[in-house]
């Protein structure tokens, strides 16, 4: 129970983040993408103090034998760059840019109750299920 409450917190904690931010909007992250014309650098701030607190959070955490509420930390082993995950990267990059939505934003988004917000969801856990089905 402890850990559901945990991730619950956890999850309104970077909704509102995300939410403040104005990462919900789509034409914001649009207009951080449009170089050439209406840019809007406020998000380059949002992804430098996520960095910025991702960084210090992994030194600290890291230091422990343990999390709080597992029995080991479950960190990626491979550290090579194949296909699959340029390919993904790739994919996520052309999608964020058509949409204006990443994944982190895109989930938060749909408590507006946004039809763009649904449907970006939506095809993301397609392909997700797809990936899934295409690995195996």
Excluded at 71 to 88: K, M, N, Q, S, T
Aim: aromatic share 8%; with cysteine; net charge positive.
């Amino acid at each position: 129970m402890a850990r559901v409450l945990v991730a619950l917190l956890i999850g309104l904690v970077f909704g509102t983040g995300i939410a403040l931010s104005g990462m919900i909007n789509p034409a914001k992250v649009l207009n951080f993408f449009d170089v050439a014309g209406s840019w809007d650098p406020s998000l380059a701030f949002v992804m430098g103090g996520a960095l910025a607190v991702t960084a210090i959070g992994y030194r600290l955490v890291l230091k422990r034998p343990a999390p709080l509420l597992d029995a080991r930390f479950h960190l990626p082993a491979r550290r090579d760059i194949d296909l699959p995950l340029l390919a993904g990267a790739g994919l996520f990059g052309i999608g964020w840019g058509i949409a204006g939505f990443c994944p982190g934003g895109s989930i938060p988004a749909l408590g507006l109750g946004e039809p763009a917000a649904l449907i970006f969801v939506a095809a993301m856990a397609c392909g997700i299920v797809a990936t899934r089905l295409i690995r195996r």
